[in-house]
């Protein structure tokens, strides 16, 4: 096992730490420290430099960004707009660009889908438990953190993008 790997490991393992530390912030906070997100980012670079671009070119990596932080900018100021107030914190939009480093377009595109897909499935979640506290149930105005969701659709391109190369 060459050096560089073992590096490429490490990075790979504190950036699943830091994503796991994002969720948890966000869950209390609502809010997704810079000081966690640009390191979870900059891993990312480092990571590919150290695979020699095995998994990513550095223009996928460009493309990644762009997708992953373009698509949730766009989503941010057309509901911001809609809804005349913050529909989508800019750390979830911080958090999809570094992830697209990291995933490439295609991949960054599917963690933020799944990512969606398990916010909604926590919004149910949530709806649930106020209708059991309250009595009634209501999806409307309520208010849960993205990041965990999007984390979870990270963590799940992780594990089928690169963990399986580590394997090899």
């Known amino acids: 096992m060459s050096g560089l790997f073992l590096l490429a490991f490490f990075a790979f393992l504190v950036a699943i730490i830091l994503l796991v530390i994002l969720a948890v912030i966000d869950m ?22 150290l695979t020699s671009f095995y998994f990513l070119t550095p223009a996928d990596m460009a ?28 750390g979830d939009v911080k958090l999809l660009g570094a992830a697209g480093l990291w995933l490439g377009p295609v991949n960054v595109t599917l963690a933020m889908t799944l990512g969606a897909a398990g ?47 580590f394997l090899k």
């Open 28 to 49: 209390r906070t609502m809010l997704l420290p810079n000081k966690y997100v640009f390191p979870f980012g900059a891993l990312g670079i480092v990571f590919h430099l």
């Open 63 to 90: 493309l990644g960004f762009l997708a992953g932080y373009g698509v949730l900018w766009i989503i941010r100021f057309f509901g911001n707009w809609y809804y005349k107030t913050d529909s989508l914190g800019l």
């Open 119 to 165: 916010g909604l499935l926590h919004g149910i979640i949530v709806a649930f438990i106020n209708k059991y506290r309250t009595g009634v149930f209501s999806l409307r105005r309520l208010k849960i953190p993205a990041g965990p969701g999007f984390v979870f659709g990270i963590l799940v391109m992780f594990f089928t993008f690169i963990f399986p190369e």
